[in-house]
Each structure stands twice: as structure tokens, then as C-alpha cells.
């Protein structure tokens, strides 16, 4: 199977390095054909507004939606979860973009605020043992609440940092910049992607 990297803005690069030391031949997708090829997406960092642009002007919009509500195996991080949520709540650093609205989640971008715009913290991520996973958090949005179509999966203390909704999960935090793989390990194997 491939996966791919929506590489149209963002930290596409580690993104790739991180996932090619998993599945060498994961590929950055581009275009509508790029996304047809691919049997698990990633969607990377970066800044949500900019990504939504992109996708749209790539002709990606339409093509991507109708892969996220077939259940195509994706695993969106900060920017990408908010590009998923379902519901955006005004964000006090100017416009929000439109969203997939896949993931049953209410987020506000950059809600950690202008003085804690980066910070790593310990997560508890469900199914994974041993030492807390590291989670690295840059201008991250926060999950307000979550809905009956979504089921969280990771917590910083008591706040819900990941969720996912079926094969599709959403985290505000950056596991590719962490220099530990095992939550990729764990969506690769769940989206059958790992042999
Ligand atoms: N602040 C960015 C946004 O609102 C997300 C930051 C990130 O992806 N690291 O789109």
C-alpha cells in the first residue's frame, strides 16, 4: 500500500523522513492522481488557512473529502486536525479556515496562546506502554470538547489531545518531530500499512 504526505505547506519534509524510515516509499501527494494512489494519508503542520488554500487550488477538495468520509486511513497533525474538525471555534488570530468537518471535535486554533506558542509535554497516547510519548506542541490548537463520533485517544494531564473516529485520527500535537515513532508504528499497523 502507499502512503503519502499532503505536501502543499507545512513540515512535509519531516513528515517524509520520519515515515520513510517506516515505509520507504511513502510519497508526497500533490494532486488528485497523487491522492488516488495512496491507501493512508498524513496531513502535516503548517499553517491551516494556507493548507485549505492550497487544497483547494490543487483541485484537491472534493477528491480528499469524498477519501475522508470512505474512511481512508489518515493521521492529521496540529494543522491537520484542525482542517478535520468538525467545528471551529473563532480563534482571536484572525480567519478560520473551512473545514472536512470529519473528526466530531470542537477546536480553537492557537488557543495555548501567544506566550506558550511551543512547549513539549508528556501524552498518554491509548495503547501505548512504557515511558510517556513526548509530545512536541507549536502554536497548537486545543480540543474543546469532543462529540459522540469521536473517541479521544490521547490526553496531556486531563485534556484531550488526539482523538480519532474510526481509521481517521486527529492530534494537536507533532509526533513526526518527536524522535519516537511508536504512534506511527500504531496507525500504520491499524490502517494495514505495516507488514
Ligand atoms: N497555528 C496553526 C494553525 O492554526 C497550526 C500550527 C501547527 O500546525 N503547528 O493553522
Redesign the pocket.
Known sequence: MNVGVLALQ?DVPEHLRVLRELVPDTIPVRSPADLASVGALFLP?????TIARLIEEMGLWAPLRQRLEHGLPTLA???GL?LLARDLAPSAYGRDPPTFGVLDVRVR??DYGAQRESFEAPVRVDGIGGRPFPGVF????RILGVGADATPIAWHGEEVVGVRAGTIWGLTF?PELARDLRVHRKFLAQAGALL
Open positions: 507545512g503542520g503548517g499553517e491551516s488557512t497533525t496540529c494543522a484542525i486554533r492557537n507549536i502554536r497548537s490548537p507533532h
